[in-house]
């Protein structure tokens, strides 16, 4: 199985930032994308961002385009995704997920996530 480790979730204000951080392992077949989807209750899961392995290139949603960026440091083996601006919709459980990269990703693998609450 895939195995993630996540973190950076917590409390932001309207307008703040969060950075979240994920590294995952194991057999994870032929998944070569790596990034987040968030699910908020109530509502659908949103695929977030996503990054290829290959080339990093990058996918962003259309409504997290100019405030997230993800990135990779390959020294540590960890991917992270900057939140900047963040507004109350952003407020969901992010997931770090392996899957393949299209743009955007499928994913087949993700971890328990990170909460994300941003206050009004």
């Known amino acids: 199985e895939v195995e993630f480790v996540e973190s950076g979730g917590g409390l932001a204000q309207a307008g703040g930032s969060l950075r979240l951080s994920c590294a995952a392992s194991?057999?994870?077949?032929?998944?070569?994308?790596i990034g987040w989807f968030r699910q908020a209750p109530g509502k659908a899961r949103e695929g977030v961002s996503c990054?290829?392995?290959?080339?990093?290139?990058?996918y962003y949603a259309d409504f997290v385009k100019g405030r997230f960026t993800i990135s990779r440091d390959n020294v540590k083996n960890m991917v992270y995704l900057q939140m900047n601006n963040l507004n109350p919709e952003d407020a969901a459980r992010y997931y770090c997920?392996?899957?393949?990269?299209?743009?955007?990703?499928?994913?087949?693998?993700w971890g328990q996530g990170s909460q994300v609450t941003v206050a009004s």
């Open positions: 997920a392996r899957g393949v990269w299209g743009p955007p990703c499928l994913y087949a693998y």
């Open positions: 990054m290829s392995d290959s080339d990093g290139s990058t």
């Open positions: 194991g057999d994870d077949g032929d998944a070569d994308a």
